[in-house]
């Protein structure tokens, strides 16, 4: 079983590169010095949620673990206040 996991883990970091790598030439527009501090850290803060998301989404999934639901739904609601309301 471990096997799988390191597997399983593999496509999740090939995964979350190819997410990067996309991100990254679509946003090719916006400089980081363009950004203000405080934009940047929200910048950050919101990649680093949606990353654990995901990944706590994938191992949920492979787990087959149906309490991280709730914890989805929590950080459902920190993503939710990054955007107006």
């Known amino acids: ?18 997410v990067i790598e996309l991100l990254a030439t679509k946003a090719d527009h916006i400089r980081n010095e363009d950004l203000s501090p405080r934009s940047r850290e929200l910048v950050e803060r919101m990649g680093n949620l949606a990353v654990g998301m995901f990944r706590r989404t994938a191992d949920s999934w492979y787990q087959r673990d149906h309490r991280a639901a709730a914890v989805l739904a929590e950080r459902d609601s920190e993503w939710a206040s990054f955007t107006p309301a």
């Open 1 to 18: 079983m471990p096997e799988r996991r390191q597997a399983f883990q593999r496509e999740l970091d090939a995964i979350d590169a190819k």
